[in-house]
């Protein structure tokens, strides 16, 4: 009651479990964080490890509302880990770190709530 809800949308259309199996959605942990000043939107860039065998990924996340690049390594984060590489100005995008909005629209990171082995598949 009395928060904010104006970032919160419908829900998507239904899909079957088969279809929520394609998405494969990893923990890992963030290595190495730079700031992204080339970005068209402020952002960080991320370098994440999954453990074997998927291994060492990299992307960039529009973070910069709660999170500075010195305080990331070490955090576990979820990403998604199927998707194919994007160009990101110079820098290629190989996975997605999930979050959800705020009140206002500005990007909370997902995590697990206790340490988790790296590379677990969320369910």
Same mark, same amino acid.
């Given at each position: 009651?009395? =928060?904010? &809800?104006?970032?919160?949308? $419908?829900? $998507?259309?239904?899909? *079957?479990?088969?279809?929520?199996?394609?998405?494969?959605?990893? !923990?890992? %942990?963030?290595?190495?964080? =730079?700031?992204?000043?080339?970005?068209?939107?402020?952002?960080?860039? +991320?370098? !994440?490890?999954?453990?074997?065998?998927?291994? +060492? %990924? /990299? &992307?960039?996340?529009?973070? &910069?509302?709660?999170?500075? #690049?010195?305080? @990331?390594?070490?955090?576990?984060? +979820?990403?998604?880990?199927?998707?194919?590489?994007?160009?990101? *100005? /110079?820098?290629?995008? =190989?996975?997605? !770190? +999930?979050?959800? #909005?705020?009140?206002?629209? =500005? !990007?909370?990171?997902?995590? #697990?709530?206790?340490?988790?082995? @790296?590379?677990?598949?969320?369910?």
């Amino acid at each position: 009651m009395g =928060e904010n &809800t104006s970032a919160v949308e $419908a829900p $998507a259309d239904e899909i *079957g479990f088969a279809d929520f199996l394609k998405v494969d959605i990893r !923990v890992g %942990r963030i290595l190495q964080a =730079e700031p992204f000043p080339e970005a068209r939107r402020p952002a960080i860039k +991320l370098w !994440v490890d999954f453990g074997e065998p998927i291994g +060492l %990924r /990299k &992307t960039s996340a529009q973070i &910069t509302k709660y999170y500075k #690049p010195e305080e @990331l390594p070490g955090r576990q984060v +979820l990403a998604v880990v199927n998707f194919p590489p994007k160009q990101i *100005g /110079k820098f290629m995008s =190989e996975i997605l !770190v +999930l979050g959800v #909005p705020d009140a206002d629209g =500005e !990007v909370v990171m997902l995590s #697990p709530d206790r340490e988790v082995p @790296l590379g677990g598949r969320m369910y």
